[in-house]
């Protein structure tokens, strides 16, 4: 049952990756991008080979990022954020740390938040809609790739990062 629930998703997605809705597609290479911490330290996506990656573009404002964050914190990143092979990007779009802080804050999400001010990364990925999630495997190319927020679709979702982490 799992494998087929993960070959449906993957199907979905594939279908997903092949509209307009994305600039990137399915068993592509990520593109290039650095992001910046609160710090100002620059982190870059290519840095992160050899790990599965979980980049997830958001906005504060967002009903459906709402839903879907708490999911990624209690169920994601509590359960991997620790291991060595995983990371998590979240990237908020259009938004700087003056939005940020008070998120955070009043949120208690302890997962990596980057502010994407100006869609610098976002448009590398897509003009319009979040959430999005992209995930990665090991070697950088996208396995994954989901627009909006359902249960069913990130309970799979979810699988599919223990899946990847498996092997």
């Not at 709402?66 to 990143?77: H, I, T």
């Not at 502010?115 to 990925?125: A, E, G, M, Q």
């Amino acid at each position: 049952m799992k494998n087929s629930v993960l070959i449906v998703l993957f199907s979905f997605s594939m279908l997903l990756g092949k509209g307009q809705e994305w600039k990137v597609f399915l068993t592509e290479v990520v593109p290039s991008f650095k992001v910046l911490d609160k710090q100002g330290k620059s982190l870059s996506i290519d840095s992160l080979r050899g790990k599965v990656v979980l980049i997830n573009f958001f906005a504060t404002w967002c009903p459906p990022c709402r839903q879907e964050l708490p999911r990624l914190q209690k169920e994601v990143w509590e359960r991997w954020g620790h291991r060595e092979d995983f990371a998590v990007m979240v990237l908020a779009r259009e938004e700087g740390w003056d939005k940020l802080d008070p998120f955070i804050e009043n949120t208690g999400y302890t997962f990596p938040i980057f502010p994407d001010l100006k869609r610098d990364v976002f448009s590398l990925f897509a003009e319009s809609q979040i959430p999005r999630n992209v995930l990665l495997d090991k070697e950088g190319k996208i396995i994954y790739q989901s627009i909006g927020y359902t249960p069913e679709e990130f309970t799979a979702f979810i699988e599919l990062i223990e899946d990847s982490l498996a092997h």
